[in-house]
């Protein structure tokens, strides 16, 4: 049997069990996973469905956010390279290009700073409602219940039909994000809050907010400044990743974009997503010094190693992110003194380039081999890394959560399942199974 679809751009499709043909449409590289239902060896039997583990080959959304090329190595923002934001743009105009769509004019730019340096004041309850958490608790778990907590300050967010109201709650949650990550920073130390200062940029307020003490005003190095906002640039989207996923699943509820912010917040916890770059501070600790790097690459030649912050489960050439972020790493030691770590990353880089184990396998640094090294520059803890990994990637979250709400292919994330356990059991009471 044959459907009426036609042409080069199909897929046909023999189910040997029942020696029927299908031709099935091709479109954008994809097949529709509901073509595949019709395929099915009789009328009561279900269709035909995807076997998909981590969705490694499944396309749950389109999406015109950001445009990955894991074989070239190219990462692009609304169809501008990263190379060029990084060099040339800021965190906020980055952030208004991935909600908006288009970069601002100046205008535009001038009302979106404005908006989101007058909306980083949190309510003094927050403020109650973080200090409730005991003295160790892990600031990313501080910032995911209160991110969540922002949507009961907010009711009116959960009216997410209208597009005044999504445009506040964007708003909010930008400019929010960094007071709640430099407080749950200053809980863990046992310091007191530092309220924004409306008179610094966005990434200056945040280290202001993590730093100051009792100075009138806190003044960062300017190369550290620029050094965190690139860092931010670099992190605010990469496609449909697993906490990016967690934003779009739990936003397909229709549930207000705080509550789905969260839930990418607590996929970004996770050691296999926001982690990486811990892990590849305690493989530079360990590795010692340059010249134990033969003896450490041998050992991962031989299965008894990992090798941290190489490689990428999209990218099978350089990773783009790890190009800028090493300038920036370097221009992060100038203010901050040489750490012993970056003689052995560069050298282990190098090795690892020329290598033709690791050539061959197309092991190339990511993102997470030199942000680590800055992060740890910057003084901040390893628990800390993820937080200021979720405060730069939020932009990118908003921006696929806004376009989500927006289109209308899309539906409650529902998967399918294959079921595996028992059939048809017969219940036998309690007084007799246990007599």
Known sequence: MS???????????????????????????????????????????????????????????????????????????????????????????????????????????????????????????????MEGFRYDAHPMGMLMASTGALSTFYPDARNITDADNRHMQIV??????????????????????????????????????????????FEADERLVKALDVLFILHADHEQNASTNAVRSVGSTQVDPYSAVAAGVGALFGPLHGGANEAVLRMLRRIGSKENIPAFIAGVKDGNEKLMGFGHRVYKN??????????????????????????????????????????????????????????????????????????????????QWLELVQDKDQKIARPKQIYTGDRRLTFAPASERWA
């Open 3 to 129: 459907n009426e679809a036609s042409g080069k751009d199909t897929l046909t499709v023999r189910d040997n069990r029942t020696g029927q043909d299908y031709e099935i449409p091709i479109t954008d590289g994809t097949i529709a996973a509901k073509d595949l239902g019709q395929i099915k060896v009789g009328d009561d039997q279900p269709g035909l469905a995807t076997y998909d583990p981590g969705f490694v080959n499944t396309a749950s959304c389109r999406s015109a956010v950001t445009y990955i090329d894991g074989d070239q190595g190219i990462l692009e923002y609304r169809g501008y390279p990263i190379e060029q934001l990084a060099e040339k743009s800021n965190f906020l105009e980055v952030a208004y290009l991935l909600i908006h769509g288009a970069l601002p004019t100046k205008a535009e730019y001038d009302a979106w700073v404005h908006e989101i340096t007058y909306h980083t004041f949190v309510h003094e309850n927050v403020k109650s409602f």
């Open 172 to 217: 909010r949650m930008i400019a929010k994000m960094p007071t709640l990550g430099a407080w749950s920073f200053r809980h863990a130390q046992g310091k007191p809050f530092v309220y924004p200062d409306n008179d610094l940029g966005y990434t200056a307020n945040f280290l202001s907010m993590l730093f100051k003490m009792s100075e009138k005003k």
């Open 318 to 399: 350089y990773d783009p992110r790890a190009k800028i972020i090493k300038k920036s790493a370097e221009d992060v030691f100038e203010v901050t003194g040489t750490n012993p770590l970056l003689d052995i990353a560069k050298e282990l880089e190098k090795i690892a380039l020329e290598d033709e184990y690791f050539v061959k396998r197309k092991l190339y640094p990511n993102v997470d081999f030199y942000s680590g090294l800055i992060y740890e520059a910057f003084q901040f803890p390893p628990e800390m890394f993820t937080v200021l990994f979720a405060i730069g990637r939020t932009p990118g979250w908003l921006a």
